[in-house]
Each structure stands twice: as C-alpha cells, then as structure tokens.
C-alpha cells in the first residue's frame, strides 16, 4: 500500500534532501512550502517540506515527520523553485540557501549553555597546568557563574570565539548542554511582533523634471513593465546623472499596476537615506529586508510582503528572496559592486540571480551603474541587454575636474614620503570655513599595514594567516584582517629581540590623524568598518548631509551611492594599491573606484575637483578614469581578458580545497583535480592544483583549482559528477569549497 512519503530540505552542510514518512494526522497540513519538524539523529530539527509523493509503505525504514509549523506554505512554488535554482547553480546545500531566504524560520530557538565539566575545575585548580590566559578567563567565569547560555558568554568575553569554545570541549574542560528547543509557529502573524521600523520620510515634495535621457529610459523600463515578457537593461550614466529617478518612474509604473518591485543595493550603507527618500515618494508601500533589522522586524517585513501588498523591497543582497507573489519590476543599483556576493555557503551572487529571477517572473530588470561591470558591458554588446543612457549630470553640471598626482614626483621634490600630497593638503586648508566638504578614500583600515624590524627584516605575520598584522592603535592592537586574531604591540622584535621596530603603511587612522595634525580646526568623521556598526551607518551620513563634518574619510563605503550637494574635493590614496594583486578583476575594481568616489564631487551649485594620488600613473585604468573615458577603458580590458581566457570570454569555476596539513591538502586537491581532468574530455580546462594567492587563512593552507571553458553547463555537470563520485567513495575533502563565476581569485 503506498503511502505519503515528503522531501525535507535541513539548514545542514549537505547536498541533498531527506524523505520521512507523513503520519496520517499530519497528512492534510503537509503542503510544499511549509516549515516542519522532523528528527535527525538524536535531536529535533527544523526544515522546508520540498515536495510529496506516494511511495510504498516503509514504515520500519523511514522515521516520521513530527510536527507542521504552518498552516499555509511560507514559501510559494516560484519561490522553492528559484531557491533550487540557486543551490544548484552555485552548488549550496538546498537548505541552507532555504536557511538564507527565511527570516529565522530556519533557525530555531536552539537553547544552548555551556558549564565546566569536573575536568575543567581540576584545570584551574593545578598551579602548574598548562593552560591559556583566554581558556583561564572563560573556565573562572563559569566556575562562578554555573552554565551560561552561548550569547552570554560571547556578550560577556568578546574572546569566546567559535574556536575558542571548540578547543575547550575537546579538551574536555567545558561542555555544552541543549535545553527544549522552541519552534516560532506561523512565520510573522504573531499579533506580538513588533512592527519594523518604517522608514523615516521626507515631506512630499513635486516629483522632479526628467531631462530627456532619463525620461527616454524610463519610457523604455516602463514600456516593458506588465507585459508578462523578460526583459534585461542596462542604465548605464555618469554620476550625478539621475538614475535613481529612473529607477522610481519605473517603480511608480510597476505598483499602479499592482506588482511588487525589488530594489537592490550592495550595501547597508546605502538602505538609510534611500529609504527616506523612497518613504516620501511612495508612502506606506516601502518595506525593507536587511541583516541590520532584528528577526522579528524582518519576520513582520516578510509576511507583509508574502501577503501580496504592491511594496516596493529595498535591501541588501538576501532582499533577493522577498516573497512577493507579482513581482514586475526588480532594480540592481551598482550592480558591479563585489557586495552582492556572498561570501560564506550558501554562496551565490545576488546580481546574476536577480537576473534568474525576474527571468522566472516575466519581470523587467534594470542594472544600474557609472561604472558597469565587464560582464555587463560585454552583454550589452552581445544584444543579452538593452543599453541606457544617461550622459550628463542633472542641470547639466559638469563633471568635476580630475588630476592624477604622481608621488614618485612628490618624493623627488619633497625628499620625504608623505601620506598627503602638497596639493591635497593645500586643498584640505581651503576646505576650512568655507562651507565646502571634502571626501577621502583610502582603502585600507588602520593605523600602519605593517611592523617592521628594521635589525633583522621581519615583519610580524599572523600566526594562522600569511599577511601581515596591521596595527590599530584606537585598541593598542595588532589586529589580522582574515581571523580578527589580536596581540598588544610588542617592544621587542619577536624574531631577533632587537627594539628596532618600524609601523610602516598608512591605514585610515593614520589619514585622520594627518588631516587633524593639518588643520585642526577641520571636523573629521572616520567612517570604516572600525567605526560603523550596525544602525551607526545612518547617523554618520546625516551628520555629514547636515554639513556638521568637514571631512568624510573611510574605506570604499564612502564611496558609493552617496549624494552629497556640499562635496566640493575628493582625495584618494593610495589609488594604484589594487593593481598589485594576483587578480583578473584588479585594474577593472581600481577603474570602478576612481570613478565611483571622483563622482561624489561637484554635486551641487560649486565645481568638484578630484585628486587622485598614486605611484603607477602611466596604467591604463587610471588614466581611463581621470580621463572620463569608460569606452577606452572597456575596450582595453576585454582585449586583455580575450587574450588571457577569462571572463566574459569564458566561463571560469574555482574550486578551493582547505586544509590545515600542507601535504593532506595538496594529495586531496591533486585527487580531485585528476577526476575533473577524466571528466572534462576536453570541454574544458583544469588549472591547478596551486596554492591560492592567499596560501594560508585562518590556519588552514588553500589550494586552488581553476576551470575555465565555452561552456556554463559543461564545467558545471562535471563538477557535480566529481562530487557526487567523492561523496558515493567517502573521498570527498573535509573543506572543499565551489565558486561559480568568482569575482577574486585570491
């Protein structure tokens, strides 16, 4: 007799799905799209019931599903299938993409505590054990304390890291108890649920004139919308040209007709001021989805727009997966921007999947930059996309002015290597009490890059990464980038005991202090990962916007989406430091950055200047980003990617093999790189194994293999048969890592 049988996707590390059986109680509550709980070993999880069939009974084979948390599908058709599409293209576990998609569906209120074991207390009882001041601190607090949750402990030692925790356990000095796990029922219907926080709006204001450019593309974006037809533009235009207005005529075409609109950006940076903006022109319909709200303000977003409103969705990359039901429109903005990346698994990348996306829907999509990605580019002159243009500023304000200063001339003129040219510096000076603002780049965080011992030559490394440790004095800290390892500035060269040590390399808090030591009456606001966290994002903008800083200095968040009327000098440092990486992307990021923080300048009724410092004048991106020649630029790049086989002339997959034994980990990549050789028969080729750029992070050493072919599928269908034929064999790497279409190869 046969009986229901469903596919459960778990938020585990697998590629694959689990089937249990449905007991007749809970048959008429199971439906593709709900939320379940099922057993998995010992314990209880959470999962999406992914589909149903009819088996033969199997009692005594398969466990039974436990609960259903839903009375409706969280999750609609298009939705499970396109996150299928995501875990497949980028080779993600199912669940995890699943995992990303829902506001915290997935996560279940796994109560966990930690307590020292009887081991541990002997630990710190023997005056002569060898144990770590870090593992001391963490075992004396809970002997005081008794079990503490996991968040307690975190909140409490900001040391209590993952590794930390884990080495404690298998010592067997501390151990972790799990308390009754709590499943939320009914994603955001509870009456309880705060509600998020609305965008704070502007007044309503007239609606803008359009110049003729901007009404020419948004005639073309509205022409598309509602038509129940694909279809891909690029709207590409200068900065300051109004493309935001563009894409809001759009919008408006999209939500009188009652269809949703995605509206992307790359960062959370970017949501503050555009959400108040977009609050004013569209009252009500706004909803934001973005890692800076709190599980419970994103569940209420999500079942608001799950509930069919026309809202217009304005987030990050995991905006991605709002559960609109019409969507008609969705907006890519700075769609060569690296952030629409995800890092970590699931891996995808937000840009290319909005273009699955809207293609699934019969949406329209828009990718909207000054600086288009080559990829773009080269579509365009495929015929893939239909290209848009906006060529001049709004009131026809002209592009500020850019000079290239070179600082090998500086250091013959000067006899010295200073951080700031003579020219910026002067230009810094007359920003002082004339109501004008500045704006400087210099992307790189920290006081100094690097310590040097000036005896022996050695520059203090992190111990589980190979880069150097850059110093942060705020802290009094050396800091690694990769692991966030830390160690207080020593007085002595570990190496060779000699005093003799040298910070060398300038970050952005050396930068601020330079300004500051210029003219001190300059106000200065820092603004880099260091210093914005979480909400802080908006109120460093709006203190700039209000005039109430002078100089705005940061990494690369300064330099996009920004529009700032009072920017009348932009300054960068350090503008050629890209080129210098093992990168196929490096010279189109430097052209994307020059001309992304050249165009904050000149905003408003006064001229920009721009002054661009850097050591490789003579390179074609920089001179093509002085020059406001993109075409130049385009022209030279995808010649050389040509030439060299990359993309967009090819398609590329990396795979990285991770290992903390050099030689396990070379034996490993080299096994699974002959089995990709077997399998290309000839399609493609198999680059590799070798170390990446970037040999050791995090303690583990990263070999890298590289494919590179005509054909998307073919390098994919043959990844997937690699793995599947390493899984069947138990042979498949602990830490092996697939990126489709990577945008770095370090």
């Not at 009094?476 to 390399?505: D, I, T």
Request: with cysteine; hydrophobic share 40%.
């Amino acid at each position: 007799m046969d009986t229901p049988r469903a596919s459960i996707a778990l938020p585990l590390p697998l590629r694959r799905t689990f089937s249990y059986r449905i007991p007749p109680g809970l048959v008429p509550a199971c439906q593709p799209g709900v939320r379940v709980v099922v057993p998995f070993g010992r314990r209880k999880m959470p999962g999406v019931l992914v589909s149903l069939e009819l088996a033969p009974d199997r009692r005594h084979e398969l466990r039974s599903l436990e609960d259903v948390l839903d009375t409706l599908p969280v999750l609609s058709p298009e939705l499970l299938e396109f996150t299928r599409w995501v875990a497949d293209y980028y080779f993600a576990p199912w669940g995890q993409v699943l995992q990303a998609a829902l506001p915290g569906a997935l996560r279940a209120d796994r109560r966990r505590r930690l307590r020292i074991t009887p081991a541990g207390h002997l630990i710190l009882e023997d005056p002569f054990a060898r144990i770590r001041p870090r593992e001391r601190q963490v075992l004396d607090l809970l002997a005081r304390t008794g079990p503490m949750r996991e968040e307690t402990l975190r909140r409490r030692l900001a040391h209590a890291t993952l590794a930390l925790r884990t080495s404690l356990q298998s010592k067997g000095w501390m151990e972790a108890l799990e308390e009754e796990i709590r499943f939320r029922r009914a994603l955001g219907t509870s009456r309880s649920e705060a509600a998020p926080p609305a965008p704070a709006s502007e007044t309503p204001c007239s609606l803008p004139r359009l110049t003729p450019a901007q009404v020419k593309a948004a005639s073309a974006l509205v022409a598309s919308i509602g038509s129940g037809a694909y279809s891909a533009f690029l709207l590409e235009g200068v900065t300051g040209s109004g493309k935001t207005e563009v894409y809001l005529a759009a919008a408006t075409a999209a939500l009188q007709q009652g269809l949703g609109v995605l509206y992307l950006v790359p960062e959370i940076g970017l949501t503050p001021l555009l959400a108040r903006r977009l609050a004013a022109r569209f009252p009500g319909k706004v909803a934001l989805l973005h890692s800076g709200l709190t599980e419970t303000e994103r569940s209420a977003q999500w079942s608001r727009i799950r509930q069919g409103e026309s809202v217009l969705v304005l987030g990050t990359r995991s905006a991605l997966f709002a559960p609109h039901p019409r969507i008609g429109l969705v907006v890519v903005d700075e769609e060569q921007d690296s952030s629409y990346v995800q890092v970590e698994s699931p891996r995808y990348n937000a840009r290319d999947a909005a273009l699955v996306r809207a293609q699934r829907s019969g949406a329209t999509v828009v990718l909207g930059s000054a600086t288009p990605s080559v990829e773009a580019v080269a579509a365009v002159r495929r015929g893939k996309f239909q290209r848009l243009v906006l060529p001049e500023r709004i009131l026809s304000r002209p592009l500020p002015e850019v000079h290239l200063i070179d600082m090998r001339d500086e250091f013959r003129a000067t006899g010295t290597q200073s951080l700031l040219s003579r020219r910026l510096a002067s230009a810094l000076r007359e920003i002082s009490g004339s109501g004008d603002q500045a704006l400087l780049l210099l992307n790189r965080r920290g006081f100094a890059t690097f310590l040097l011992c000036r005896a022996c030559g050695a520059t203090l490394s992190c111990p589980g990464c190979n880069v150097a440790l850059i110093y942060h004095r705020g802290e009094g800290r050396l800091r690694c980038h990769y692991c966030n390892s830390q160690r207080l500035l020593p007085r002595v060269c570990p190496a060779c005991r000699a005093p003799h040590l040298h910070l060398g390399g300038a970050g952005t808090e050396r930068l601020e202090e330079a300004i500051r030591i210029l003219d001190p009456s300059l106000r200065v606001a820092r603004m880099d990962r260091d210093t914005v966290k979480g909400r802080r994002h908006a109120s460093f903008l709006e203190r700039f916007e209000r005039g109430e800083v002078d100089v705005l200095l940061g990494t690369q968040m300064v330099a996009k989406g920004h529009d700032f009327p009072g920017v009348t000098l932009v300054g960068v440092l350090s503008a050629d430091a890209y080129l210098g990486l093992p990168d196929f992307r490096a010279a189109e990021r430097t052209y994307q950055i020059l001309t992304q923080v050249a165009g904050r300048a000149g905003r408003g009724d006064r001229p920009g200047k721009v002054l661009i410092q850097a050591f490789a004048t003579d390179h074609y991106a920089l001179r093509a980003a002085a020059a406001g020649e993109p075409q130049r630029f385009y022209d030279q790049e995808l010649r050389l990617r040509k030439l060299m086989r990359y993309p967009p002339h090819v398609a590329l997959t990396q795979i990285l093999i991770k290992d903390r034994d050099l030689r396990r980990g070379h034996a490993q990549a080299g096994r699974v790189a002959d089995l990709l050789r077997a399998a290309s028969s000839g399609r493609f080729e198999v680059l590799g194994p070798s170390l990446s750029p970037l040999p050791r992070i995090r303690r583990e050493y990263r070999h890298q293999i590289l494919l590179k072919g005509n054909s998307r599928s073919a390098l994919g269908q043959a990844v997937r048969e690699v793995l599947e034929c390493l899984e069947e064999s138990g042979g498949l790497p602990r830490s092996l890592v697939v990126e489709t279409d990577p945008v770095s190869l370090l």
